[in-house]
């Protein structure tokens, strides 16, 4: 009996759907445009072609998963609830203290993010701990009852509590919640100890009261969705994709809406680590750009990065401390406000500008002809002849040349600019944003981009991938099958995963290790249990240990990872002495220090101050796609005139069906390769080629003079 799987990814512009034929080997995919007033209508509408056109029976369906990025969205427009705070007698202003540090010396007009609770709506109680979690003052169950009223009296439908030294002992916090649930059960809760048990005052508050102002927003869609997709026959238990870049229950995404923050990115870097795989490229830049923003991954042996916090809704994008401090585990992003709806104007020099804002889907570029009347990136690349107005997201919508080319000129009239000018301007200046912010992202990490492969994933990533590889050194290019949906397809191959983590003071040269590994313990234990609830489609589970260490003294950490437990000197693997322990930990942390920073100060000790523990199960049914056979050499569907730099003109260039091309195809630029969901563009410099695995790698050659 044939299985399938669904996955769902809503963007800013389309939601994504995709299909996997495991019998067949076959991935089927629709992209439909994103409906913001009421978006699980768009996945219902998405879902329910997706099922007609294919013909898939709902019984066999075995899994459906999604990501999105309406709760970033949320938070960045700040559409979230009615939040307010409950904090310890003298904190509750720490959310607008933060760090007391301007991000921006220079800037006289400087505006940090402003609290996502503002201060009429934050509370304190008289319930202390101290910093390792011995009871100082108890909480008061009148004084609970009283101040939560006052909130509920001013419109409050979420409360997050953020008391302090709860990530050493939860249990003030425990019993304030009981005490609300009891007395208030229309509100919402957040715990810290729940969201973030780690130290640091300021981010803890921050990642908790962003997890409780999308709370009630996420149980609302998320229950829409699940009432839609079973309206459809599917089955119960949808799976949602964390920033993490791991699955898990539906019902965790509820109770925890901010790990899913960055769900929709997270889903294109395992797709993008999971095609290159296929033709062992283990090292590699994921390029992935839709129609509202660009991001880019560095994939390094296999694994896309990952960190241990961002920042949301900055007020620059790329200054550290303008934005929402949230501390979760994430794929390690860059993202710029770059996609095919991003907004061309000028600014107050003149000046031609992409971006940060986009038409979005309602009522999006002027191509689409449903009221949009400023000229987009999508308007851009159409005008130059590398989208096909016939083609456009497979021919289920048709696009207006003319229409983009009189938004454009309208602009062009105040540039001194024609049309072509203008629409060039665009194209190369989104290449330059995206090449300038993988140059500071790759540097940060201490690599080098021409070192990397350029993966290009995204309805936009394949347009702009030739010319931001060039901008950037990257000499060679891959385009997986499917590239336009490929964050959807990213759902159906992830892992389950589970991140738990605890504050620790722990000197793994002289503290007992047995305290160590109990806390350990109980942290895997926590990883597993909550990956045992998918075990009849995901496992086995691996779990990984690691920890965020310093030198005695630093006023900052850095994660690295130890070596596998248990600590003890009775159990450790291999028989290790208690010394040999001691010192596996500390090597761990310094090898880690020297990568960073090249070397380590001498005779200070090491401190871990958060353990951190990664659960991890793969599918346990995988998807083995198709192998592309052999064949005639593909002849071009057609030609059609296309702008490319080299040439300062348009030239008339051949345009191939992807669905046509064979193993062993092998061409010269400039060509133009569509598919349903995203067209490749190789200029003059490139060479395409189309391996066994689907993929198609384009190798860029400099020409001689």
Same mark, same amino acid.
């Given at each position: 009996?044939?299985?399938?799987?669904?996955?769902?990814?809503? &963007?800013?512009?389309?939601?994504?759907?995709?299909?996997?034929?495991?019998?067949?080997?076959?991935?089927?995919?629709?992209?439909?445009?994103?409906?913001?007033?009421?978006?699980?209508?768009?996945?219902?509408?998405?879902?329910?072609?997706?099922?007609? *056109?294919?013909?898939?029976?709902?019984?066999?369906?075995?899994? $459906?998963?999604?990501?999105?990025?309406?709760?970033?969205?949320?938070?960045?427009?700040?559409?979230?609830?009615?939040?307010?705070?409950? #904090?310890?007698?003298?904190?509750?202003?720490?959310?607008?203290?933060?760090?007391?540090?301007?991000?921006?010396?220079?800037?006289? #007009? !400087?505006?940090?993010?402003?609290?996502?609770?503002?201060?009429?709506?934050?509370?304190?109680?008289?319930?202390?701990?101290?910093?390792?979690?011995?009871?100082?003052? /108890? @909480?008061?169950?009148?004084?609970?009852?009283?101040?939560?009223?006052?909130?509920?009296?001013?419109?409050?439908? %979420?409360?997050a509590v953020c008391l302090l030294h709860a990530?050493?002992?939860?249990?003030?916090?425990?019993?304030?919640?009981?005490?609300?649930?009891?007395?208030?059960?229309? +509100?919402?809760?957040?715990?810290?100890?729940?969201?973030?048990?780690?130290?640091?005052?300021?981010?803890?508050?921050?990642?908790?009261?962003?997890?409780?102002?999308?709370?009630?927003?996420?149980?609302?869609?998320?229950?829409?969705?699940?009432?839609?997709?079973?309206?459809?026959?599917?089955?119960?238990?949808?799976?949602?994709?964390?920033?993490?870049?791991?699955?898990?229950?539906?019902?965790?995404?509820?109770?925890? @809406?901010?790990?899913?923050?960055? %769900?929709?990115?997270?889903?294109?870097?395992?797709?993008?680590?999971?095609?290159? +795989?296929?033709?062992?490229?283990?090292? +590699?830049?994921?390029?992935?750009?839709?129609?509202?923003?660009?991001?880019?991954?560095?994939?390094?042996?296999?694994?896309? %990065?990952?960190?241990?916090?961002?920042?949301?809704?900055?007020?620059?994008?790329?200054?550290?401390?303008?934005?929402?401090?949230?501390?979760?585990?994430? !794929?390690?992003?860059?993202?710029?406000?770059?996609?095919?709806?991003?907004?061309?104007?000028?600014?107050?020099?003149?000046?031609?500008? $992409?971006?940060?804002?986009? #038409?979005?889907?309602?009522?999006?570029?002027?191509?689409?002809?449903?009221?949009?009347?400023?000229?987009?990136?999508?308007?851009?690349?159409? $005008?130059?002849?590398?989208?096909?107005?016939?083609?456009? /997201? &497979?021919?289920?919508?048709?696009?207006?040349?003319?229409?983009?080319?009189?938004?454009?000129?309208?602009?062009?009239?105040?540039?001194?600019?024609?049309?072509?000018?203008? =629409?060039?301007?665009?194209?190369?200046?989104?290449?330059?944003?995206?090449?300038?912010?993988?140059?500071?992202?790759?540097?940060?990490?201490?690599?080098?981009?021409?070192?990397?492969?350029?993966?290009?994933?995204?309805?936009?990533? @394949?347009?702009?991938?030739?010319?931001?590889?060039?901008?950037?050194?990257?000499?060679?290019?891959?385009?997986?099958?499917?590239?336009?949906?490929?964050?959807?397809?990213?759902?159906?191959?992830?892992?389950?995963?589970?991140?738990?983590?605890?504050?620790?003071?722990?000197?793994?040269?002289?503290?007992?290790?047995?305290?160590?590994?109990?806390?350990?313990?109980?942290?895997?234990?926590?990883?597993?249990?909550?990956?045992?609830?998918?075990?009849?489609?995901? &496992?086995?589970?691996?779990?990984?240990?690691?920890?965020?260490?310093r030198f005695a003294g630093q006023g900052f950490?850095?994660?690295?990872?130890?070596? =596998?437990?248990?600590?003890?000197?009775? =159990?450790?693997?291999?028989?290790?002495?208690?010394?040999?322990?001691?010192?596996?930990?500390?090597? /761990?942390?310094? *090898?880690?220090?020297?990568?960073?920073?090249?070397?380590?100060? @001498?005779?200070?000790?090491?401190?871990?101050?958060?353990?951190?523990?990664?659960?991890?199960?793969?599918?346990?049914?995988?998807?083995?796609?198709?192998?592309?056979?052999?064949?005639?050499?593909?002849?071009?569907?057609?030609?059609?005139?296309?702008?490319?730099?080299?040439?300062g003109a348009y030239v008339e260039t051949p345009?191939?069906?992807? &669905?046509?091309?064979?193993?062993?195809?092998?061409?010269?630029?400039?060509?133009?390769?569509?598919?349903?969901?995203?067209?490749?563009?190789?200029?003059?410099?490139?060479? $395409?080629?189309?391996? #066994?695995?689907?993929? +198609?790698?384009?190798?860029?050659?400099?020409?001689? =003079?």
């Open positions: 009996m044939t299985t399938w799987a669904i996955g769902i990814d809503i &963007g800013g512009t389309f939601t994504d759907v995709v299909a996997l034929d495991y019998g067949a080997g076959k991935l089927h995919s629709l992209k439909v445009l994103t409906t913001h007033g009421d978006p699980a209508q768009g996945v219902a509408d998405g879902v329910s072609q997706l099922i007609r *056109s294919c013909g898939i029976r709902a019984e066999r369906v075995a899994r $459906v998963v999604h990501a999105t990025t309406l709760f970033t969205n949320a938070l960045i427009e700040r559409r979230g609830s009615t939040t307010g705070l409950l #904090a310890t007698r003298g904190f509750k202003d720490v959310l607008e203290i933060g760090h007391e540090r301007k991000y921006d010396l220079y800037d006289l #007009a !400087i505006e940090a993010a402003p609290a996502l609770v503002p201060r009429s709506l934050r509370a304190e109680i008289g319930a202390r701990m101290d910093a390792r979690g011995n009871e100082i003052e /108890a @909480p008061d169950a009148d004084e609970v009852r009283r101040v939560v009223a006052g909130l509920a009296e001013k419109g409050v439908e %979420s409360v990530y050493a002992s939860a249990a003030h916090e425990q019993l304030v919640r009981q005490w609300i649930e009891r007395d208030f059960p229309a +509100l919402h809760v957040t715990l810290s100890s729940d969201v973030a048990p780690v130290i640091r005052e300021f981010e803890r508050n921050s990642t908790t009261v962003a997890n409780a102002y999308i709370k009630p927003l996420a149980e609302r869609y998320l229950d829409a969705l699940e009432a839609r997709l079973s309206a459809l026959g599917l089955p119960a238990g949808v799976l949602m994709m964390l920033s993490n870049g791991g699955l898990s229950h539906i019902e965790e995404a509820k109770r925890n @809406p901010i790990e899913l923050l960055e %769900s929709g990115p997270a889903a294109g870097a395992i797709s993008a680590a999971h095609y290159s +795989l296929r033709d062992q490229q283990a090292n +590699l830049l994921a390029f992935d750009m839709g129609g509202t923003t660009a991001k880019l991954c560095l994939v390094e042996r296999g694994k896309p %990065s990952i960190a241990f916090g961002f920042e949301a809704a900055r007020r620059k994008r790329f200054a550290e401390g303008s934005g929402l401090p949230i501390r979760i585990t994430t !794929i390690d992003l860059i993202e710029i406000g770059a996609g095919g709806g991003s907004i061309a104007h000028q600014d107050q020099l003149g000046l031609l500008k $992409v971006g940060p804002q986009s #038409a979005g889907s309602e009522p999006g570029p002027a191509c689409y002809g449903l009221g949009g009347t400023e000229p987009t990136v999508t308007d851009a690349n159409l $005008v130059l002849g590398y989208l096909n107005p016939d083609y456009f /997201a &497979g021919g289920t919508m048709s696009i207006d040349r003319d229409k983009a080319a009189a938004a454009l000129g309208r602009i062009g009239e105040h540039l001194g600019r024609d049309v072509t000018g203008v =629409a060039w301007g665009m194209h190369d200046i989104v290449a330059e944003n995206m090449a300038g912010a993988a140059r500071v992202h790759v540097a940060e990490r201490g690599r080098d981009a021409r070192d990397f492969v350029l993966l290009c994933t995204g309805g936009g990533g @394949p347009l702009h991938a030739y010319y931001v590889a060039q901008k950037i050194g990257v000499r060679t290019i891959i385009c997986p099958p499917a590239a336009g949906v490929a964050s959807a397809y990213g759902l159906l191959v992830a892992p389950a995963r589970a991140d738990r983590s605890r504050t620790v003071s722990f000197r793994p040269a002289t503290d007992s290790l047995a305290t160590l590994e109990e806390a350990f313990a109980a942290l895997e234990a926590q990883a597993r249990d909550a990956l045992d609830q998918l075990a009849e489609t995901f &496992g086995p589970i691996a779990l990984v240990r690691h920890a965020d260490g950490n850095l994660s690295v990872a130890l070596p =596998a437990g248990p600590y003890t000197a009775t =159990a450790a693997a291999g028989g290790q002495t208690e010394q040999e322990v001691r010192a596996a930990l500390v090597a /761990a942390f310094e *090898s880690g220090y020297r990568e960073k920073f090249g070397r380590t100060p @001498p005779d200070v000790p090491v401190e871990l101050v958060n353990l951190r523990v990664t659960g991890e199960a793969p599918p346990r049914q995988a998807f083995d796609a198709e192998t592309l056979a052999g064949g005639e050499p593909a002849r071009p569907k057609g030609s059609r005139l296309v702008y490319f730099r080299e040439a345009v191939f069906e992807r &669905g046509a091309l064979q193993a062993g195809f092998s061409a010269a630029g400039p060509l133009l390769v569509e598919d349903a969901s995203s067209s490749l563009v190789v200029g003059p410099k490139g060479h $395409v080629k189309q391996l #066994a695995s689907g993929n +198609l790698v384009i190798t860029i050659e400099e020409q001689a =003079a």
